[in-house]
């Protein structure tokens, strides 16, 4: 590797030698315009040649990726015109860009809904080397994983006292065990195979009660459809980050349906009518009505939740009021050591007469 960087540097050097080796007062003479000429300019201009290369990747990249967008909502787009009222984060404005790989939009103005939220998530199409590089590494390394088009829809309802807390999820096979464990709340549901599911499809819920109320007819055929689209379709009262702290752990509830951001004719149809089916849903859970049994588990599973949660922030305060202690034994340790013969010698003897009156309390307490 050095061999080749010493014969680069050469190289360079031979590109330069005839300027530098002319004399100062002959560079003087030839004034500005013969110095340009004079100088070799190969390498510039192939550093600017490499840069406008870079330039160009880029601005094709971010034109790919707002492309893609711009033709997948325009596919999805009269389901929501004909669910809300406002579709877009303003008036004027369908888009917000958060980045070259990032986009965002809103839709509001409906019955049984707060409002709905579209990420966008797409490959690094701007900066091509680093998403050849980072899928050349997922083919060898399990945590670096392939970058993919996504899009993920989340519809917020109104608060109502008549939707019930509970987590139910219809989740592709393919990835399913990814998406478990990026998903807090899915760790807490029982994945279980149905004949009434698309073979590409499980469930992942709470209760089997969930499975038979909610997968309605309607969403069957639509299901039947989207085994190359959906990869998950998810009702949850709980956060997707694991909660560390009480606030975090309440949650409102809410649905979430998150794709795969295809653009042909097929998979932009079928984008349209699983989110058709995520807006039926947000008003088929407010009739939704859990046994008893089913109910009673299922706030079980909070309870548990939340006391694990209680439980390790007990468990982290005694771990520092611990290590406070401890570094308050370091400091006296030290402090006793700066002391002379004498001052020791006293610390010592009050040591002594504190654990004597300890002692002594001790025994008055057991007679």
Not at 105 to 125: C, E, Q, V
Not at 340 to 366: G, I, T, V
Request: net charge positive; hydrophobic share 35%; proline share 2%.
């Amino acid at each position: 590797m050095s061999g080749i960087g010493a014969q680069a540097i050469d190289y360079i050097n031979k590109l330069q030698s005839h300027y530098y080796s002319t004399d100062y007062e002959k560079l003087v003479e030839l004034g500005f315009l013969g110095r340009v000429k004079l100088y070799d300019w190969h390498l510039e201009f192939a550093a600017l040649g490499i840069i406008a290369v870079l330039v160009l990747f880029y601005q094709l990249g971010s034109f790919q990726n707002k492309s893609i967008v711009d033709t997948w909502i325009k596919g999805v787009r009269p389901v929501l015109d004909e669910n809300f009222y406002q579709v877009g984060v303003k008036e004027d404005q369908l888009l917000i860009k958060d980045g070259a790989q990032l986009y965002t939009t809103y839709a509001s103005g409906r019955i049984n809904i707060s409002g709905l939220l579209i990420n966008f998530g797409l490959i690094s199409r701007q900066n091509y080397f680093v998403y050849v590089f980072e899928s050349l590494l997922s083919n060898f390394f399990e945590s670096v994983k392939p970058q993919q088009d996504i899009v993920e829809i989340k519809i917020k309802p109104f608060p109502n006292e008549r939707i019930n807390n509970f987590i139910f999820a219809v989740v592709n096979k393919d990835g399913m065990n990814e998406t478990r464990n990026d998903n807090y709340y899915l760790s807490l549901t029982k994945t279980s195979e149905s004949t009434s599911l698309p073979r590409e499809f499980v469930f992942m819920s709470e209760s089997n009660e969930l499975n038979e109320s909610l997968l309605t007819e309607e969403f069957k055929t639509v299901l039947s459809k989207a085994g190359k689209v959906l990869k998950y379709f998810a009702i949850t009262d709980l956060p997707q980050t694991k909660p560390v702290s009480e606030s975090e752990y309440k949650s409102a509830p809410h649905l979430v349906l998150k794709l795969s951001l295809k653009t042909d004719r097929q998979s932009v149809e079928t984008s349209k009518a699983l989110i058709e089916q995520l807006i039926k849903f947000s008003d088929l859970i407010t009739k939704l009505q859990l046994k008893h049994d089913s109910a009673k588990k299922i706030n079980g599973v909070r309870n548990t939740e939340l006391a694990k949660i209680k439980k390790a922030i007990e468990e982290q305060k005694l771990e520092e009021l611990k290590e406070q202690k401890l570094e308050q034994e370091r400091n006296a340790r030290r402090d006793l050591a700066k002391l002379s013969p004498e001052e020791q010698a006293k610390f010592d003897k009050k040591q002594r007469e504190k654990r004597e009156r300890r002692q002594r309390n001790r025994q008055k307490q057991r007679m």
